[in-house]
């Protein structure tokens, strides 16, 4: 049984055939592939695009999505084994994941990391857990890193480029300045899927405390000697710019300050001017620009970069639905 918790795990056939599915999805988005099926979308973390086009997308199928929120609309789950169980959970994920693989033919979850310990953070044990218990197909919908975000980027370049190969561009994964520490999941799934394609990949960031995990890294390396392309890590944002084919905007916190976040603010607060701006852009190569979304206008780009013919985020929020609707066909049907 297959799940779909990070690309990584998947070949490249696999990856190539869910792309050419949801191209297929988006001519036509009507089909019968969960006719009579259904999904459990289980969110501990708030939602819009995520929640709204995995339920369309299952009912434009012929499937049906319950949501339940563990906490508001469901019950708190525990995840530790062996725990006493006298705090606020009411039930373990160990029952939790089973009965739910008796009621649906696939579960879904979207559980971000706490923030305050890496070494712990990085295990994705809310995902994993769910995974290990389950016995129907497990969907990532966000926790440490962004699977499904990936492929929709990934389908909104090959829509641009007019071609299913990537290999050659210059793809550009810049850090941009936020208010407040974010999630490293849609850079640490970027980094991946970018490396994954082919393409001439610089992660640009402000510091050396700001790369990734050594997991992801060490994926990007794997993948460029594996698919081609290349991979390495800026701090000059005029030269990674230069002749970039992608931009691809995200924030997320240095890792080495999680738990310490004021250590790490006057670091992070100098550094607003890694806003993608007119002027960068115009330093790349007709770029394209894009972002997972939601994006702080004026923060992480500018109005102008939003509003740009040059801008495909819209494009690639649409692709969720056509990526998701194809991650889905493939694990009910397995």
Same mark, same amino acid.
């Given at each position: 049984?297959?799940? %779909?918790?990070?690309?990584?795990?998947?070949? $490249?056939?696999?990856?190539?055939?869910?792309?050419?599915?949801?191209?297929?999805?988006?001519?036509?988005?009507?089909?019968?592939?969960?006719?009579?099926?259904?999904?459990?979308?289980?969110? %501990?973390?708030? *939602?819009?695009?995520?929640?709204?086009?995995? +339920?369309?997308?299952?009912?434009?199928?012929?499937?049906?999505?319950?949501?339940?929120?563990?906490?508001?609309?469901?019950?708190?789950?525990?995840?530790?084994?062996?725990?006493?169980?006298?705090?606020?959970? =009411?039930?373990?994920?160990?029952?939790?994941?089973?009965?739910?693989?008796?009621?649906?033919?696939?579960?879904?979850?979207?559980?971000?990391?706490?923030?305050?310990?890496?070494?712990?953070? $990085? +295990?994705?044990?809310?995902?994993?857990?769910?995974?290990?218990? *389950?016995?129907?197909?497990?969907?990532?919908?966000?926790?440490?890193?962004?699977?499904?975000? +990936?492929?929709?980027?990934?389908?909104?370049?090959?829509?641009?480029?007019?071609?299913?190969?990537?290999?050659?561009?210059?793809?550009?994964?810049?850090?941009?300045?936020?208010? @407040?520490?974010?999630?490293?999941?849609?850079?640490?799934?970027?980094?991946?899927?970018?490396?994954?394609?082919?393409?001439?990949?610089?992660?640009?960031?402000?510091?050396? =405390?700001?790369?990734?995990?050594?997991?992801?890294?060490?994926?990007? $390396?794997?993948?460029?000697? =594996?698919?081609?392309?290349?991979?390495?890590?800026?701090?000059?944002?005029?030269?990674?710019?230069?002749?970039?084919?992608?931009?691809?905007? @995200?924030?997320?916190?240095?890792?080495?300050?999680?738990?310490?976040?004021?250590?790490?603010?006057?670091?992070?607060?100098?550094?607003?001017?890694?806003?993608?701006?007119?002027?960068?852009?115009?330093?790349?190569?007709?770029?394209?620009?894009?972002?997972?979304?939601?994006?702080?206008?004026?923060?992480?780009?500018?109005?102008?970069?939003?509003?740009?013919?040059?801008?495909?985020?819209?494009?690639?929020? =649409?692709?969720?639905?056509?990526?998701?609707?194809?991650?889905?066909?493939?694990?009910?049907?397995?």
């Amino acid at each position: 049984m297959k799940h %779909f918790l990070n690309t990584q795990d998947w070949t $490249r056939a696999e990856l190539d055939a869910a792309l050419a599915q949801a191209a297929a999805f988006k001519r036509s988005k009507a089909g019968d592939q969960l006719k009579g099926k259904s999904i459990a979308l289980v969110f %501990f973390n708030p *939602s819009l695009r995520t929640r709204t086009s995995f +339920e369309l997308g299952a009912f434009q199928l012929g499937g049906h999505a319950v949501v339940l929120q563990p906490g508001k609309d469901a019950w708190p789950i525990e995840f530790d084994v062996g725990t006493v169980m006298d705090g606020e959970a =009411e039930e373990h994920i160990a029952e939790v994941a089973r009965v739910l693989s008796r009621y649906v033919d696939l579960v879904a979850v979207r559980a971000f990391p706490k923030f305050q310990d890496w070494s712990v953070d $990085r +295990e994705d044990r809310v995902l994993r857990a769910f995974a290990k218990y *389950s016995t129907v197909p497990v969907i990532n919908l966000e926790t440490i890193t962004h699977p499904c975000q +990936e492929l929709a980027h990934a389908l909104a370049l090959q829509e641009h480029f007019g071609t299913p190969d990537l290999r050659g561009k210059k793809f550009v994964l810049t850090w941009t300045y936020h208010p @407040k520490p974010l999630n490293t999941a849609v850079a640490n799934s970027a980094l991946t899927i970018a490396t994954r394609m082919g393409m001439d990949v610089t992660l640009l960031c402000p510091t050396p =405390e700001y790369a990734l995990d050594e997991r992801y890294l060490g994926w990007a $390396r794997d993948n460029v000697a =594996e698919s081609g392309g290349s991979f390495r890590m800026s701090h000059d944002i005029t030269e990674a710019y230069t002749g970039a084919d992608v931009v691809y905007a @995200k924030s997320w916190g240095a890792i080495p300050f999680f738990g310490r976040w004021e250590q790490e603010k006057p670091i992070r607060d100098a550094h607003r001017h890694f806003i993608v701006d007119e002027a960068k852009m115009a330093l790349t190569n007709n770029g394209v620009f894009s972002h997972c979304l939601p994006l702080r206008r004026n923060v992480k780009a500018t109005d102008g970069v939003m509003d740009a013919p040059y801008c495909i985020a819209i494009e690639e929020a =649409e692709n969720r639905l056509h990526v998701q609707k194809a991650v889905m066909a493939a694990l009910a049907n397995q």
